[in-house]
Structures are given as C-alpha cells and as structure tokens.
C-alpha cells in the first residue's frame, strides 16, 4: 500500500511550507488580494490545488449545490430574455439552480478575480455562463485556474481559445440577410452592426461583405457602421445614411435592437419601410414579429443556445472529455413585410 503523508486537514501554514513563502502570502493569495508578485501567486494556487487546501467555509462540509450563475449586461432586450428562458428550461430539466448577475446593474467589483473565483467555489457554484457580457482575460483565467466550468455565448470581447463558447452562425446569416437584399435588386446596402470587439458582429459584417463582394459589389465604407447592440445605435447610424449624397435603398442591422432603432427614426423621418428602404434584422425574436411593419430577420436559436451553454456546464462537471469547445447553431432567415424591391425613386 502506498501511504499518503499528507496531513489529513490541511492548514494554509501547511500549503506555505509546502511552498517555501510565509503564511501571510498564501492567505492574500487565498483571499483575492493584489498584493503578491505574479510568480508567487501562481505557485501558491499550484500548491493549493495539489495539496487539497479547502477554505473554512467548505471545511464546515456544506454541501456542493448544482448552481448555476448567469451574468448578463443587462436584461432589458428579447435577446437576453430568450436565451436565459433556455438557460432556465433546461435547469429546471436538469436539477439545476440558476442565479443571476447583471454588470450593467451593479459598481465597480470589490472582489478581485482571484477573491470572486475562489467565493464562487466557497457558495458552492458549479459553473457560470457569461452572455453578452465583457469579461476580462484575468477573471476567466482565475475561474479556470479553479477548474470552475465556464461558458461564454456571443462574448463582448474576444475569450481565450480554450473557453467553452455557444453561438450561431453568425457570418452565414449575415451572408443570407445580404443575399436576400441582393435578389430583391439591390445594390446600395448598408451594415448597422453592435460593437468592434463583438466577434458576433464582425462574423456578420464578414458574411455581409461575402456577399456584395460575391456580386461584384464594393462594399462603401460609409455605409458601414458600428456601436452597440441597442435602438438608439440604429436610430442614430439610419440619420447619418440619410444624410449622404447617394443613401442606400437597404440596411441590414445587426439585431433587432438596432432594427427597432431604425424603423422608429424612419418614422421620424418620414422615411416608409420598405416602399423607399428596406431593413433586415438579426436574431428573430418576439420584436421581430410585432414590430410595424414585421421586420425581416435572421433568426437565431436563442433558446437552444441557453439550452446547450448548461449542457456544457454539465458535461464540464461530470468530467466528459469534450472533442469541440465551440458549438455553433444555425440560423436561417425569415421574410417578413420590411424587405421588398427598391423603387427607382426611392430616397434619391
């Protein structure tokens, strides 16, 4: 029999011998605090993972929780709504609890990354979800470093490579809003797209651009623009478009948001969609079919996006050896009334 000379509760003095620091060191390591060089603090959380070191709030053995936190920049759009109604259907499938954080709802963090990855392991959260939200390079790795199963869907920032991600297909559905506008005839089409660092809003301006260029059409840089995924982005980029020499007699946004943004400043505008411009949208939720007139849009499967973010979470915590850390579903678009030929005397 092999023995194990490990002491059977370990203490942070132990972990500390372990790596020749003071215990000092490895309780700011433990709680979060910034103060420690970067060498230091990765050999002191090699050593509390190798030894077993558990904090005093999972030594007073309470019990592990199949809990789920989702963070959100907000949720005040159809998009969020429907992907955590996936999110919760599938946790309610599945014995899980889902608690929800909302960045755009709260100050400045007064954790760290090392405080606030180690406080989800001591409330006992089996993994998290980050949807739509921008989150740091160095937060992800304290999550990772935990083994704390994460899953990102349509990332404000770029994630690492090897986090789990969940999205659709973003560049073929902005080929298809595209080549939509095309078969109608038209050839002056503009791009409303959310921010720069979206990867989901350059995979739709890419297949955007795929398919003017496809055609033999050069893609003019003012009639592409970029900002966030909300009404106001639209409304604001639909005026700068009016105001040029020669306006596009189609816009293709990337959201519903941005569409809605779009078709009330139209109206303001006295502007009629789609008899003097026609609008595409992009994720296919509920706004898409109520909105005057219903708007045309690439429909992304939202609730089967949430749905398998948990999955990934469960399958993370069962230990599966997973072959992909991307799933990507595919969207396919859906004609309303707010596309249509162009008039030869639309606009201009």
Do not use: W
């Given at each position: 029999m092999v023995s194990d000379d490990r002491p059977s509760k370990l203490t942070l003095s132990a972990v500390a011998q372990e790596v020749g620091v003071s215990v000092p060191?490895?309780?700011?390591?433990?709680?979060?605090?910034?103060?420690?060089?970067?060498?230091?603090?990765?050999?002191?959380?090699?050593?509390?993972?190798?030894?077993?070191?558990?904090?005093?709030l999972q030594r007073k053995g309470k019990p592990v929780q199949r809990t789920v936190e989702a963070v959100f920049d907000s949720l005040n759009s159809a998009y969020n709504m429907e992907i955590l109604n996936g999110v919760m259907e599938q946790a309610n499938l599945s014995g899980m609890e889902v608690?929800?954080?909302?960045?755009?709802?709260?100050?400045?963090?007064?954790?760290?990354?090392?405080?606030?990855?180690?406080?989800?392991i001591d409330e006992g959260r089996s993994g998290m979800i980050v949807v739509t939200s921008a989150f740091g390079a160095t937060q992800l790795e304290a999550f990772q470093r935990r083994q704390i199963p994460i899953v990102v869907i349509d990332p404000l920032n770029p994630p690492p490579s090897n986090l789990f991600s969940v999205g659709a297909s973003n560049w073929a559905g902005g080929k298809a809003a595209a080549m939509h506008l095309l078969?109608?005839?038209?050839?002056?089409?503009?791009?409303?797209?959310?921010?720069?660092?979206?990867?989901?809003?350059?995979?739709?301006?890419?297949?955007?651009?795929?398919?003017?260029?496809?055609?033999?059409?050069?893609?003019?840089?003012?009639?592409?623009?970029?900002?966030?995924?909300?009404?106001?982005?639209?409304?604001?980029?639909?005026?700068?478009?009016?105001?040029?020499?020669?306006?596009?007699?189609?816009?293709?946004?990337?959201?519903?948001?941005?569409?809605?943004?779009v078709l009330a400043e139209a109206r303001r505008q006295d502007v009629r969609i789609p008899e003097e411009m026609s609008l595409v949208g992009f994720d296919g939720t509920y706004q898409a079919e109520e909105s005057i007139p219903p708007l045309t849009s690439v429909s992304q499967p939202l609730q089967?996006?949430?749905?398998?973010?948990?999955?990934?979470?469960?399958?993370?915590?069962?230990g599966e050896e997973i072959d992909s850390r991307r799933v990507e579903l595919a969207t396919h678009l859906v004609v309303r009334e707010s596309t249509a030929p162009p008039r030869a005397t639309a606009l201009r």
């Open positions: 060191t490895v309780s700011k390591v433990v709680n979060g605090r910034a103060d420690v060089a970067q060498g230091t603090r990765t050999r002191v959380l090699e050593a509390l993972q190798r030894t077993g070191y558990k904090t005093p608690v929800l954080s909302v960045t755009g709802l709260q100050a400045p963090p007064s954790l760290g990354p090392e405080e606030r990855a180690q406080r989800m078969e109608l005839g038209h050839r002056r089409i503009a791009f409303i797209g959310g921010p720069d660092t979206a990867e989901c809003s350059q995979a739709r301006l890419h297949g955007y651009m795929a398919a003017l260029m496809a055609e033999g059409i050069t893609v003019e840089h003012e009639y592409v623009s970029a900002g966030k995924f909300r009404p106001e982005n639209g409304a604001a980029a639909f005026k700068a478009l009016l105001a040029l020499e020669d306006p596009p007699t189609a816009i293709f946004a990337g959201s519903d948001s941005i569409a809605l943004g089967e996006i949430g749905r398998s973010a948990l999955n990934f979470i469960l399958r993370q915590m069962q």
